[in-house]
């Protein structure tokens, strides 16, 4: 008898080296290297893999960033009558949301979580203090026109 299991070459089995994620780019030349084997080299110029890999893992995710901002943003802003607030609020949420996507793919430096969760709770934050802002202020409005029309 013979013996003769003929297996398809998949990716998803172990003697496959690792491949970069999605949107990781060669530092020397931009080619885009999704899918090329971690180790080997750039199919267009050359380039180590390797380097542009690690270059992109120590890279802050640039929403993280406009989280945070916004989510400061969003809390500072209280002071306009809740406007900014509501609007920088729900931004550095969602943009914590991206931050979050780009680290789970593997993109970007695992510690841009953290500001991207603290974007998040100041997005929070700010959402809630600019909400009530801005109802003090129509009741504010609701109540001179009351008065002025009385
Ligand atoms: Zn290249």
């Given at each position: 008898?013979?013996?003769?299991?003929?297996?398809?070459?998949?990716?998803?089995?172990?003697?496959?080296?690792?491949?970069?994620?999605?949107?990781?780019?060669?530092?020397?030349?931009?080619?885009?290297?999704?899918?090329?084997?971690?180790?080997?080299?750039?199919?267009?110029?050359?380039?180590?893999?390797?380097?542009?890999?690690?270059?992109?893992?120590?890279?802050?995710?640039?929403?993280a960033i406009a989280s945070l901002i916004l989510g400061i943003a969003s809390i500072a802003g209280c002071m306009f009558?809740?406007?900014p607030s509501?609007i920088c609020g729900p931004l550095a949420i969602?943009y914590a949301?991206?931050?979050?996507?780009?680290?789970?793919?593997?993109?970007?430096?695992?510690?841009?979580?953290n500001m991207a969760n603290a974007g998040k709770i100041c997005g929070i934050i700010g959402l809630?203090i600019g909400?009530?802002?801005?109802?003090?202020?129509?009741?504010?409005?609701?109540?001179?026109?009351?008065?002025?029309?009385?």
């Amino acid at each position: 008898m013979h013996d003769h299991t003929e297996e398809p070459i998949e990716n998803d089995s172990n003697n496959t080296s690792p491949v970069t994620p999605t949107c990781i780019k060669c530092i020397q030349c931009g080619y885009d290297l999704t899918g090329v084997a971690i180790g080997g080299q750039c199919p267009e110029c050359g380039a180590s893999v390797n380097i542009s890999f690690q270059v992109s893992q120590n890279t802050t995710s640039g929403y993280a960033i406009a989280s945070l901002i916004l989510g400061i943003a969003s809390i500072a802003g209280c002071m306009f009558y809740g406007i900014p607030s509501v609007i920088c609020g729900p931004l550095a949420i969602i943009y914590a949301g991206k931050a979050k996507d780009q680290i789970l793919r593997g993109e970007r430096i695992p510690a841009s979580m953290n500001m991207a969760n603290a974007g998040k709770i100041c997005g929070i934050i700010g959402l809630c203090i600019g909400l009530l802002g801005l109802l003090a202020f129509i009741a504010f409005i609701i109540i001179q026109v009351v008065f002025v029309t009385m």
